[in-house]
């Protein structure tokens, strides 16, 4: 089903870790999505073709973008830490939220909820994000206002 | 026969006012994002409902916009993907359309939307390459015949940039847009610049695309300029138009006798980059193009 090949694809993109289980495994694909002879073949071909590395890399940029413009101190305090955060994000909202304020939104009540169930952050970058994030919440509300 | 010389335009985003203030008479035409006008609130559990403009920038546009042709150049409503059409996003799309007097709207021929999504608008976090063959010819025709009766203006359809082409397709995506052309009148917006990014990517071959297209589908022309990335290249909107580029552009646009308009592709955070000089300067070219175009010359790109 066309539907079932466009989902993968769009799974696929969102997690190389699930590209990597794929081409180890390709067979997963008919456990996981309802895909003709046609459709599993394609997919294992993009699955294996090198510019599926591109589009993995596109994706975490565009997920990254609305942060990186909304949160930018607090992305550069993170450092390293960034990368692994932003991943277990991805993982539980795979789709992007179009309106900026929401993404951020959604993104600082994860950290939010991280940090109160004992995340460790220093309290330096603790105060750029509750900073950062009380902007964004003022800035969505704004947006609210605007009909 | 031929409409008289393109226009020429930028595809709009903050700082094209500033470009239009220092070079008025470079700017014909603006490619309007619909996406970027507006908040979407997804559930419409805003007050006010699911859209929310953004303040002051339609009434920009309406100022820009004085003495130039305004076109729509939407991202959101992903035609080719295989779940119905967000109906209340096209009403928003047909009354913009409306109040800026869109000539024609055109969209990517590229999957943004995905099925399994919390929300209407639930992005796959960039454009997807198309499946070639019947049952997306379907899809996307149905589609585009409700969106031609709510906009009631031309339709086009952009070639993407494709990093992961789809195999074993039944058309190529040349021959697919020709038949969108011939079968429901709906034209071809040409980005050389994806072109380009398919060759440099290995994935596929300009000469070849453009011979396979028929000439007549294709309305508007987009150029631009990108970069590198991990060994990559990509339609980054961050740079000028490459020389190769130029140079299909003035061997192949010649024998488009429906182009109606050739537009440049920056994104607003290289502006500093590329300068006000440099996008005149490329506008200028672009001119010059559309005039080589018009007179039914072909020039080669020294």
Redesign the interface.
Known sequence: MLIEFQQALADLVAAPEFCRQIRANPCQLRQRYNLSHREYDRIVAMVNHKGMALNCMLYRANRLAPLALNLPRFCRAMGPRLGPLLSEYSVLHPNTRVHFYLECERFGRFVQGKISAGYDVEPRVKAIFEEEFSKIKLGLFATYAAI | MRHGKALVGLLNNPVVPSIIEYAPDLVEYIDVIP?RLW????HGE????RF????GAIEELKQCSNGRVLGGHGI?LSLP???PLDMAMVAEVASLAKELNFEWYSEHLS?FL??????P??????G??V?YDE??FN?ISGKLEVLKRSLACDLLLENGA???P???TDFSEPEFLNRLYSELNCGTLLDLHNLYVGLL?G?LSPREYLEQLNPDCVREIHLAGGDE??G?Y?DSHSGLTPRDVWSWAYEFAPRFKNLRAVVFEFHESYFEKLGLNGIAAELERMHELAETVASGAQMHVN
Do not use: C, K, W
């Open positions: 996406d908040y979407d609130f997804e805003a007050v006010g409902g929310h403009r953004v303040v959101g993907s295989a779940i999957m995905v099925s399994h999504g919390s929300v608008n639930s992005q796959a976090g960039l997807l390459p499946t049952e997306s899809i494709v990093f992961t789809v195999p074993d990517n994935v990335l991990a990559f990509t």
